[in-house]
């Protein structure tokens, strides 16, 4: 067990930049590499820590919900579409974890019926964070091809270069989709009353500096992540476990809400338009078989006879 800490902890100082998210991803997926899941959490790994420290308040729930957004990419690793900017869909991930984590706190602080919350490291003062999770709450607002802008120039540190290449678009492209993005953001907050455009600059600057994953977290949360993958959730976290199978949960009911949506709306539009048909054909029958040799409309009796006659 001490050589394979000693080989993970040089792995994730090290990572492998040379392979791309969907490279490493794929080499998870088909043989549940544990070194390449490490690459991925050194590579996003900041990114995640920091919207779980925005949203929840205390360290340890930050890292439970840190945690437990890796091990729905280590369950859902072969869902995940857009494998060249596994940033992107971690962020949403993230975001979501952490709120189902703060929902869950609460309600067990309200069943404890607790007169003060247990001590927890804090990670800033409350008065200084009130307003950092709305930047995350508009964040995942804004239409996907800005957030994926914001995410990976401002939240992961990524050039718009390397940005641009990622999402598969012109460097010119990337840059006016982050420009638009980001006044968006302000104006947002800004009409919220709660950040001024100078501190959104602030917080998207410490989303990538002040989120440092600690070494030891790293190699727990690769470890988790491989048992997981492979069905095993005995030994790991059982917080994180709990959270990501609510995550997971929750991302089933909502595709198969979109799917039966689909369904219905698809069934409506088909009876439409089989209600429609024999209405039309019923429209266009006087025009033409209810005409006598003459050219002259029929009466209705004459229409009768004609049919019983044939």
Known sequence: MATVSAKMLEQLRRGDGSLSDGQLLARFVAARDEASF???????????????RRVLRHAHDA?????????????????????????????????????????????????????????????????????RP???????RLPEHYRSAVVLCDLEGRSRREAARLLGVPEGTLSSRLATGRKILARRLTDCGLASAAMLA????????SAQVPATLAQVTARAAALVAAGQVAGVSAPAVALM????????LKKLRLTIGVVMVAGALGTMGFACRPGDATAQQPNTAAKGHDGKPLNEME?????TTC
């Open 63 to 131: 890292e439970d919900a840190f945690q437990a957004t890796f091990l729905v990419l280590a369950r859902k690793a072969n869902s995940v579409v857009r494998r060249e900017s596994v940033g992107c869909w971690l962020y949403g991930v993230a975001y979501r974890t952490a709120l189902d984590a703060g929902t869950r706190i609460a309600r067990r602080h309200a069943r404890e019926k607790q007169v003060q919350d247990m001590p927890h490291p804090a990670v800033a003062p409350a008065e200084l964070q009130d307003w």
């Open 245 to 252: 199978k609510g995550v997971i949960e929750a991302m089933l």
């Open 202 to 209: 602030t917080g998207l600057a410490e989303g990538t500096a």
């Open 134 to 140: 709305l930047l995350d709450r508009e964040l995942t």
């Open 38 to 52: 490490a690459a991925l959490l050194r590579r996003h790994g900041p990114m995640v820590l920091g919207v779980c």
């Open 303 to 307: 229409v009768l006879r004609k049919e």
